[in-house]
């Protein structure tokens, strides 16, 4: 006999008798159908009683129950076997499950997977991208401008251009997260004693982990300053060097961090002795004043004798004689251009210079250096910062080398500073003579240390700040300085 088509039973339905398994019957007498209908309608009455239970085995209307179990194996030859009705429900059961299943391993996964990281690590090894999933990052400190730049925080026109610059300061942002957290490292292992190429060499390294250093799309903006006592700025350790760091020592730390050419150019000074405090408090007072200062439409010599005037308030007492805190007039802070640290403008650090304004939409990099020496610095030591000329156009080379170097330079650094350490970490070797040919050339601009008298201290603080359409942001500022 043959099995009749699946049928699916709907709650509270009765399913009604097969035409074709009566038809193919024809030597079942009249009275055993009957016999076989009466039966079929009892079960269909019991199977209404207990409808509902869902996956229960439904009998196959018009085949006797004593002719159920032979019947396929007697017709396997002539037709496959077709499934029940209740074998039916049974799978669509089993997928539903299976499906539940699935999810809930999904879940179970989920759940049992690392979750998202909220802290950094010591040191540090996680993406900042990972600790903000949101993409958001933390804002820096606002500061208002003056009196007669107020009307901008009520400004609607000026509200809705700084909404408009949102995704650039956001990744900007993360550049100063990257700062922050790579500073706090720093502070914690610049302690007496440590090499100043493994401080180093550990600095950038967490840098380039925590920014996720991509080529010229996000990495380090330039290498990383250590420079001691009277040296002021642009000195890090070349090949070889094992300078190491002192109990008596006044270290520049540094560094900066950029995605897509947005620079954060931030510094700090290190002083184990106690006695070097006055120091450091009138210059970060002094660039803290000059950040109240600044904004737009102000003139950068005004700028330049407000910081003066709080750093030459302070004095020093050093081996029983008193040193009075002078600004280095030669050196300034900058505006800051896309893959250019040193945008065009100068920001002096004492009274007098250009009468050139700020400008909304600028960054600026407010630094200052206050010595106990002469406060003027001289080129000095052994060159181990460069940067290609942003401004140079083709130049021909005679040495393959020279243009060899050149290519690795513009592949890997751009117009982004570079030290010597950079390109032994490239693989790079014997290339001074052709990195001369590049500087003779005027492609590439040697920056030596910068130094006062010997025997002085120089101090450093330096933070990026951004004039909005409506205040200004310190970008860089942290809980540290």
């Known amino acids: 006999m043959v099995d009749a088509a699946p049928t699916l039973v709907e709650e509270g339905s009765a399913p009604e008798p097969s035409v074709e398994a009566e038809a193919a019957a024809p030597e079942q007498s009249k009275s ?20 509902g239970a869902e996956g229960a085995e439904v009998p196959q209307p018009g085949t006797p129950p004593e002719e159920e179990e032979g019947a396929g194996a007697a017709d396997s ?28 391993s999904a879940g179970a996964g989920a759940g049992e997977g690392a979750a998202a990281p909220t802290e950094q690590t010591d040191p540090p090894s996680i993406p900042v991208r990972l600790l ?15 009196e007669d730049q107020l009307w901008r925080e009520t400004s609607e026109e000026k509200r809705a251009l700084e909404r408009l610059e949102k995704d650039v300061i956001n990744e900007v942002r993360q550049a100063a997260e990257v700062h922050r957290q790579a500073r706090k490292y720093v502070q914690s292992i610049a302690k007496p004693g440590i090499l100043l190429s493994d401080m180093c060499e550990k600095l950038e390294n967490s840098v380039r982990l925590m920014i996720e250093e991509r080529g010229l799309a996000a990495g380090i903006a330039f290498p990383t300053g250590c420079s001691l006592n009277h040296v002021a700025a642009h000195y890090t350790p070349n090949a070889g060097d094992k300078t190491v760091l002192g109990y008596d020592d006044v270290m520049k730390v540094d560094f ?50 407000e910081v003066q005037e709080v750093m030459e308030s302070y004095e020093v007492e050093l081996d029983g004689r008193t040193f009075p805190v002078r600004a280095v007039r030669n050196l300034n802070g900058h505006s800051i251009s896309p893959y250019r640290i040193h945008g065009g ?15 909304e939409g600028e960054f600026f990099a407010i630094e200052t250096f206050g010595s106990t020496g002469k406060g003027y610095v001289r080129e000095d030591l052994e060159v181990s910062h460069y940067m290609k000329n942003f401004d140079v156009g083709h130049v021909p080379l005679r040495l393959p ?7 690795t330079i513009d592949r890997n650094f ?18 001074l003579m052709a990195l001369k040919n590049l500087c003779d050339a005027g492609v590439i601009d040697p920056y030596p240390p910068l130094v006062d008298n010997k025997g002085s201290y120089v101090a450093q603080y330096e933070h990026t ?5 409506t205040r200004k942001e310190v970008l860089s500022r942290g809980d540290d300085y």
């Open 32 to 51: 055993a159908k009957r016999r076989a209908k009466k039966k079929a309608a009892a079960e269909n009455a019991a199977a209404n009683d207990g409808a």
């Open 77 to 104: 030859d002539e037709e496959p076997e077709t499934p029940s009705v209740g074998d039916v429900v049974t799978k669509k059961k089993k997928k539903k499950n299976k499906k539940k299943k699935a999810g809930a």
């Open 132 to 146: 903000f999933p949101s993409g958001v990052y933390p804002e820096g400190e606002w500061q208002s401008y003056k």
């Open 256 to 305: 900066g961090t950029q995605i897509n050419g947005r620079i954060i150019d931030c510094a700090f000074t290190v002083a184990h002795n106690p006695r070097y405090a006055p120091l450091l408090d009138a210059v970060r007072a002094a660039t803290d004043a000059g950040i109240r200062a600044a904004g737009v439409d102000v003139r950068l010599c005004d700028i330049g004798a």
């Open 345 to 359: 403008k100068s920001v002096p650090i004492v009274k007098g210079g250009e009468a050139t304004r700020m400008e």
């Open 401 to 407: 080398r020279a243009k060899a170097l050149l290519a």
């Open 414 to 431: 751009g117009t982004l500073a570079f030290c010597r350490r950079y390109l032994d970490r490239l693989g790079e070797e014997k290339y």
């Open 465 to 469: 700040i951004y004039l909005h359409p």
